[in-house]
């Protein structure tokens, strides 16, 4: 985006990326629906950058979920608006998008250096380790947009944090987001159960600052825990938790929007020689992951009391124990903060120096905020640059 914006501006721009080829992230992203940005209100958008919407909110104002949409049509690329809201290519995939973009930036002249990892400076040269051996290169600007930490062999792998932290650039460590959690499993319900949806459940979590999450949705039981859209939408809230007291702990509403009094009638009348695998199956319809779930929590006493039994399938309590790695997280939250970088995302301390994505210190929940936050935070850095160079003739 940062290469667009400077290309079209007549700027000579080089691209440097330590794959071998770009975008890598990006086409990984459109595997299962390429989910570009929501058609949601701004404001219900903005509140999905959680401490950073301060942060966030002057880049989409300059380059927002439409213009996103306007600027994919530009390409040739339309769009539509899913049941969920949620805006996907018509298509569906990544690769034509990327395709078509990449033609673009050729055609404006931007050059491609691939297989060049950045190791960072000496003296104002940059320095790129490349297959033929170390190369510096000089630039009036740079623009970093290296990711953050999550999926390393992708090449988002956090090396460049010691980098700038020599240079004495303010940077927050990186944590997984929109991750799994763990959950301390009995060794038959993990191999009875792992890979099996939870659906539909209802989340509800509440953390030491009040503050509240309940939704429903759907989550993955796997071999170490949970996974799913319904626990990433919680994960900064139960990774700040954990972090805080070793544990977090969520209630689980196993047949949202049954009353509880109801649950209890229909529990209470006799089951005869049924077993209360079938009772619950017959009665209320719970069976499956979510009958082993109640065994795998409650004790047999719990069982023979309705009411406790039925307090427990309205808010079963599930404890995390831990955040899955880094590596296996969808994105990550920490990076270069805010607070070091001027409103154009140059570093105070490093004129000429800018950075974008995923690298800076936010985070938002997978549905195409991510990758909103990303489009706009580069054409922010690329009108900075070109702003930034016009100050640097205009001085000279």
Not at 48 to 63: H, Q, V
Not at 264 to 291: Q, Y
Not at 372 to 395: K, P, S, Y
Request: with cysteine; net charge positive; charged share 20%.
């Amino acid at each position: 985006m940062a290469a667009e914006v400077l290309s079209q501006a007549g700027v000579k721009v080089d691209l440097y990326d330590a794959m071998p080829s770009v975008g890598r992230k990006f086409l990984i992203a459109g595997k299962g629906g390429m989910n570009i940005t929501h058609s949601e209100p701004i404001d219900k958008f903005l509140s999905c950058y959680g401490s950073r919407r301060a942060n966030i909110k002057p880049m989409l104002d300059t380059f927002g979920p439409e213009a996103l949409r306007t600027w994919a049509q530009g390409l040739g690329i339309q769009t539509f608006i899913g049941s969920s809201g949620k805006v996907f290519p018509a298509d569906m995939k990544a690769a034509p998008l990327l395709r078509a973009w990449l033609h673009r930036l050729r055609s404006d002249g931007v050059s491609f250096h691939m297989r060049h990892q950045w190791l960072g400076w000496d003296d104002a040269m940059l320095r790129f380790q490349t297959p033929e051996g170390e190369k510096k290169v000089s630039a009036d600007a740079v623009v970093l947009a290296l990711g953050g930490g999550s999926w390393a062999r992708l090449g988002s792998t956090g090396a460049w944090v010691p980098v700038l932290v020599r240079q004495g650039v303010s940077v927050e460590p990186l944590q997984p987001s929109n991750c799994g959690f763990d959950v301390d499993w009995s060794e038959f319900f993990q191999s009875r159960f792992a890979g099996l949806p939870l659906k539909p459940v209802q989340a509800s979590f509440t953390d030491s600052a009040g503050v509240k999450f309940c939704e429903q949705g759907e989550m993955i039981v796997t071999a170490n825990g949970v996974e799913g859209n319904l626990i990433y939408k919680m994960s900064a809230l139960l990774r700040d938790r954990i972090a805080a007291t070793g544990s977090a702990l969520i209630y689980l509403d196993l047949v949202p929007g049954k009353d509880k009094q109801f649950l209890i009638g229909r529990i209470s009348t006799p089951r005869g020689k049924n077993t209360m695998a079938n009772h619950l199956r017959k009665r209320i319809g719970i069976d499956g992951v979510k009958a082993a779930l109640l065994r795998e929590v409650l004790s047999k006493a719990d069982f023979d009391d309705p009411v406790r039994l039925c307090d427990a399938i309205k808010a079963l309590p599930v404890k995390l124990v831990a955040a899955r790695p880094i590596d296996e997280a969808i994105s990550s939250a920490g990076g270069v903060s805010f607070e070091g970088l001027d409103r154009r995302l140059m570093i105070r301390s490093m004129p000429g120096v800018f950075c974008a994505g995923e690298m800076l210190d936010w985070e938002a929940a997978t549905g195409g905020y991510l990758l909103t936050a990303c489009f706009a935070g580069g054409r922010v850095a690329g009108e900075g640059v070109l702003a930034w160079l016009q100050e640097q003739i205009a001085n000279h």
